[in-house]
C-alpha cells in the first residue's frame, strides 16, 4: 500500500514526530497505523499513548450521582457544534439521558436505546433523541454511557472544562462524610488531569508489560548512549523505563496533583485522609470520558467555503 499525504498528515498529529519519520514508520509497517506508531516509539521518537487520543468531536460527557452517593452514571451525547453542546436545550436533554441510564438495567448502547423513555413511555430513548434532533436541528447520538456501584461504600464525580471530562471514581470506605467526598473528588480530578489507565499494578496482565518490554528494548538499542552495553544493562534499563511507566499508567502510583512536597503518591494521599478520618478506603474503579475522543472531527475551510457561496 502506497504512503499518501494524508496518512503522514495524520500519524504526525497523533504522534508529533516530523514528517519524513512518519513516512519512513509508515513505509515500514505498510500503513498500519498501530504498527506505525509502535515502529516510532521504539525509535524513541513518540510518546503514543499521551498523544493518540485526540478531541475531535463536540458534546457533553455528563455525570449524576444517586442520592446516596451508591451508584452513579456518566453518559456522553455528542453534537454537530460547540454552540449546541453549550445550549441550555441540549444541556436539559442530556441531563434526562443521564436520568434514564442511572435508573436503566442496559447494559449495552442497543438496548438502552430501545428502552421506553421514562419521561414519555410512549416512546423509546431512540425515539425522543430523533425528536431532539428535530427541535435542535443538529444531529445528535448517545455515544455511550457506563454505569457504577459501590455497595460497600461511595462514588463521586467530578466534570471539567463544562462537560469536556466526565469521571467517576468508586471507593469502599466505612465512613462517609464531607472530607471523604472532597477526597473522592480531588482523586476523580487527578484521573480527569492525569489520565492513568489502571487503578493499580495488579490489574495490569502480563501481555501488556511483555509488550512495553519489547518496545522499551528496542528503544534502548537505537539510543547511542547505549551503543556497546552488555544485554544485562540494557534489560535494567528496560526494567527502569516500566517501572517508571507504571507509575504513570497506575492511579495509585501517580504522584498525587496537588502534593505540597511534590512527592506524595495518590494512594498516599488516600490512606493520610483515611488515618484522618479513622477510616479504611480502598479505590475500587474509576471511568474517564473525554468528549469526542477518537472521532475524527470533519475539516472546515471557511475561506474557501464564503468564496464557493459568493460564486467566486
Known sequence: MAVTAQMVKELREMTGCGMIDCKKALEASNCDMEQAIE????KGLAGAQKKAGRITAEGVSFTLLSKDYKNAVVVEVNSETDFVSKNEKFRNYVSQVAEQAL???ANDLDTFLN???KFDSSKTVKDELSSQISVIGENL???RFEKVSSPNGMVYDYVHMNGKIGVLVAIETNVVNDAIKEMTKHVAMQVASMKPK??????IDDDYKNKEKEI???KAKNDPKNAGKPEEILKKVVEGGLNKELKEVCLNNQIYIM???GKQTVDQYVQSVAKANSANIKVLKFVRFETGEGIEKKQEDFAAEVAKQMGN
Do not use: C, Q
Request: net charge negative.
Open 141 to 143: 447520538s448517545i455515544r
Open 216 to 218: 522499551l528494548l528496542e
Open 198 to 203: 489502571y487503578v493499580n499494578e495488579s490489574e
Open 39 to 42: 515502529f516510532l516509539r521504539k
Open 103 to 105: 435508573e436503566s438495567s
Open 115 to 117: 428502552e421506553k423513555w
Open 259 to 261: 502534593a505540597e512536597d
